[in-house]
């Protein structure tokens, strides 16, 4: 059962201009009707509940909303859950503001295969503390930059995503892929819904 604060939506006119040529670029795929507004209510880093929103893909709405709703629940500390627009759709930006967000139409980095989170079917958590790290080259590649402090997934710091952490749990009982999962490269931030990709 959907709490107040928790809710999804049509992305209105309002919105979806304010989305324009930030995270719905001119080439975007996806067909506004097949996204949908998220509006949550989260515990950040302060303790105190603050308000978040997310646009992702209608095919992954209601389970998004339920796991927002349980790790809100449980008092799970996300420091902000904000519209990836207000940083201009700057992936780095917003992941080193630690921002969590969603729907940003973009391609894989160094590659031109659509992101999942281009497709509006992914949601990155506390970017900060679980960063991207992919070898290119002989260069190790983090992103964002400024979360290779926390490279080391041996050492114990506060807001790292595991196995043990409860937004892995929760995401994948729904069905979610976890990034900290993947060879070749790890996204420990990164929580994907795969099998819906070729709808």
């Keep these: 059962m959907i709490t107040d604060g928790f809710y999804i939506s049509d992305i209105s006119d309002e ?4 989305m324009q040529g930030k995270s719905y670029k ?3 795929i996806i067909p506004r009707e097949d996204l949908r507004y998220l509006h949550i209510l989260h515990v950040g880093f302060d303790d105190e509940v603050h308000e978040g929103e997310l ?3 209608k095919l992954i709405a209601k389970k998004t909303l339920k796991v927002f709703e349980e790790l809100y629940n ?3 500390q996300i420091e902000k859950v904000r519209l990836i627009d207000i940083y201009d759709a700057d992936d780095e930006t917003s992941m080193r503001d630690n921002n969590s967000s969603a729907f940003n139409f973009r391609f894989i980095s160094f ?3 659509v992101s999942n989170h281009g497709l ?3 949601i990155d958590i506390n970017p900060l503390y679980n960063p991207y790290i992919k070898m290119v080259g002989d260069m190790l590649d983090i992103e964002p930059l400024t979360g290779k402090p926390y490279v080391d997934r041996e050492k114990d710091f506060p807001h790292k995503i595991d196995h043990d952490d409860l937004a ?3 995401f994948i009982a729904e069905g979610f892929e976890w990034g900290g999962d993947w060879e070749g490269r790890k996204d420990y931030q990164h929580f994907e819904m795969p099998s819906l990709k070729e709808l």
Excluded: E, I, N, Q
């Excluded at 919105?15 to 304010?18: A, C, I, T």
């Design 15 to 18: 919105l979806f201009s304010s």
């Design 26 to 28: 001119d080439d975007c």
């Design 55 to 57: 646009v992702v893909s």
């Design 74 to 76: 449980a008092r799970y």
């Design 111 to 113: 590659t031109t295969t």
């Design 120 to 122: 509006g079917l992914a």
């Design 168 to 170: 892995y749990k929760l």
